[in-house]
């Protein structure tokens, strides 16, 4: 299962973030207005579409298998 992830590091936190804005899922969020956004892995849908969202290459993919019981192990 493959899920989005926004490096802290690459990310400058833009204000709108093309990212929270475009993705169809609603996944990147904010805890408060002046954090950076992470992805909520429930609600990611592992589309990628947010990697070409970012102009600052903060999105990565990231890849976990199941826990062998049919059970992402998120």
Request: neutral net charge.
């Amino acid at each position: 299962m493959k899920r989005a992830l926004i490096n802290p590091d690459l990310c400058i936190n833009c204000h709108p973030c093309q990212v929270e804005e475009r993705c169809p899922m609603q996944a990147p969020f904010r805890e408060k207005p002046a954090d950076k956004p992470w992805v909520d892995f429930y609600r990611c849908s592992d589309c990628l579409e947010c990697k070409g969202f970012c102009s600052y290459n903060a999105i990565q993919e990231i890849t976990h298998p199941c826990d062998g019981k049919g059970r992402l192990g998120w």
